[in-house]
């Protein structure tokens, strides 16, 4: 689907972004559901998803909110690993390269994110923030090995900041490990290959 830009009052196209909800949302996103809903949800659900951390975004046109997203999951359906050391206990740095290598914790669907340490994720040519389990290459034995670097590279391939503290984000949809507290699993290996 295509469509013309919207020009501004200045002659300007108009941009959508989008942004993590914030308390000071509620009332226009609240608008856009009454708007769409015969019965819609109260401003106060939309804070009560805010407050219990569910993931909450907003499209942004101008200062108005046109669109807003919330995905809600229980605790028993998905599960959150963060990793800010590779292997050898080093301090994940944006100056160097990463190889991902093995395989993932049993789940339906895995997502991989890589940040600095306050959750920002590095601006990309490609546009890529993330990888999932159902896009990534796999060797026969269904191993992986996904590249995590500022600069691109072949195969599978997450960017990286070029410099500073980084982190890997690996989150875990309706896997099994959710209800059994101190299962073994099994968790990619996190190998530096080089820094510049």
Do not use: K
Request: hydrophobic residues 40%; contains cysteine.
């Amino acid at each position: 689907m295509s469509a013309a830009p919207d020009p501004g009052a200045q002659g300007h196209p108009r941009l959508v972004r989008f942004r993590a909800m914030t308390p000071g949302d509620l009332a226009g996103v609240a608008a856009v559901e009454r708007a769409s809903y015969q019965f819609p949800w109260s401003e106060g659900i939309f804070r009560d998803c805010l407050r219990v951390g569910y993931l909450c975004r907003v499209a942004d046109l101008d200062g108005e909110i046109v669109a807003y997203g919330v995905v809600a999951m229980g605790a028993g359906e998905g599960l959150v690993f963060i990793a800010e050391q590779d292997d050898e206990g080093r301090s994940l740095d944006g100056g160097c390269d990463y190889a991902l290598t093995g395989e993932a914790p049993t789940a339906r669907l895995w997502t991989l994110t890589v940040s600095d340490l306050a959750g920002r994720l590095p601006r990309a040519a490609s546009g890529r923030t993330f990888l999932t389990s159902r896009e990534i290459l796999r060797d026969i034995d269904g191993r992986f090995e996904i590249a995590v670097s500022a600069g691109a590279r072949p195969g599978n391939w997450l960017p990286a900041p070029a410099e500073g503290a980084l982190r890997l984000v690996l989150r875990l949809y309706d896997t099994p490990l959710a209800l059994s507290p101190g299962a073994d699993m099994v968790m990619p290996h996190i190998e530096r290959r080089g820094c510049r």
